[in-house]
């Protein structure tokens, strides 16, 4: 916060915000709009990753010179914090654990909880900052409960762009910290924002691929860290008999949701060999591309994978009942919740909407709280649950908690 002196009498002028551009569109309008509110504007760029081994899909070098040309046109201060050492300690790494263990990990969501809400915000806290501001397309509204403030969060008025997904790691103080200024625009309006004040990247490309590293190729990528090694592919088909079991008794709906949330545990003989791969832990359920085989009538689908035995199972076409659950699983210890305040305990239950992935529309589920976790069961079935993913749910638009699936 800055002051203005008179008389020898402190008087509030402006709120400091650090911003956190990207050399994307979205944080460059977020830092024009913020400035045009009255804010003292700071601009910083995040040096989190360098390799040049991935040099030519990285843009990292131009994304920089982007953020300091829309720095200099909104006349703005501009700062380069290097951040490699935590962003390879929190997310790289993070990543290389989860698929070494044969999980999916989101980086994204890490990176924001762990990289840009947590490592940036202190380091925009030292620099004086009140708050810290993304191009994220999100909602935040403030309400008091009980005198105390809490802090919500909103699905963006772009339904296409909505970023909510990605932001449900955050705390009540993260949240309480942060300005999202694009949370009631599109991304039409944006450009167009960003072309009537003649920035340089108002038609600039999204950014795809891993959160500050871009594009990559995930095998080659994976490669440095876990060696290829060959195994099996066993085809399961449709009909066979793992999928034609007689049906379970169970003592509670609970102990049935748990049974169905859990993986098949297929076995070689469920199946018959179809060729090779290069390493389990390159493939995640539900994936298509990579498999390398084909000849088939129906594309082929992962529908699990085995790191113990380094086997893929795969199954023939989108409606292969391997790729589909109902009910999942996640442990306390990876149970978040946004708004403290509406959490549930043992053996209580809520009516949500749920995704287990980004821009996958809103799914009518139901949460019950047992005493080791949570169990998500969904009105329909859902395809490709993975282990490693984050189940998000959601109260009408508002986003109140989120669980890595088990």
Known sequence: MTYLLIDNQSFFFMKRVIVGLSGGVDSSVAALLLKKKGYEVIGLFMHNWENSIFETQCSLWKDSIDAMLVSQKLNIPFQVVEMKKEYKESVINYMFNEYKSGKTPNPD?????????????????????????????????TMIKNNQFIYRIFIGKDSNKDQSYFLCRLTQYQLKK?????????????????ERNKLCNAHKKDSQGLCFVGKIHLVKFLQKEILP???????????????????????????????????????????????????????????RKGISLGGYQKALFVIETDINQNIV?????????????????????????????????????????????????????????????????????????T??????????????GSGIIS
């Open 109 to 141: 969501i890490l990176c924001n909880k762990e990289i840009k809400f947590n490592v940036f915000l202190k380091k925009a806290i030292d620099l004086g900052a009140d708050f810290i501001a993304t191009g994220h397309y999100v909602n935040k509204k």
């Open 178 to 194: 942060s300005l999202f200024p694009l949370g009631t625009l599109t991304k039409n309006q944006v450009r167009k924002i960003a």
């Open 387 to 400: 282990e490693g993913q984050f189940a998000v749910w959601y109260i009408e638009k508002e986003l109140i």
């Open 313 to 385: 199972y795969t199954g023939m076409g989108k409606s292969h009942p391997g790729l589909y659950r109902k009910s999942l699983f996640i442990q306390e210890k990876d149970i978040h919740w946004i708004r403290e305040d509406l959490a549930i305990f043992d053996g209580e239950k809520m009516n949500v909407f749920c995704r287990i992935r980004y821009r996958q529309p809103l799914q009518n589920a139901k949460l019950y709280k047992i005493k080791n976790g949570m169990l998500i069961e969904f009105e329909t079935m859902q395809c490709a649950i």
């Open 229 to 287: 090694k060959r195994g099996e592919i066993i085809n399961i088909d449709s009909n066979a008999l793992i999928y034609h079991k007689k049906n379970k008794s169970f003592l509670s709906k609970e102990e049935e949701l748990f049974f169905l949330s859990q993986k098949k545990g297929y076995k070689k003989s469920d199946g018959r060999l179809i060729g090779y791969h290069k390493g389990a832990q390159y493939f995640t359920i539900g994936q």
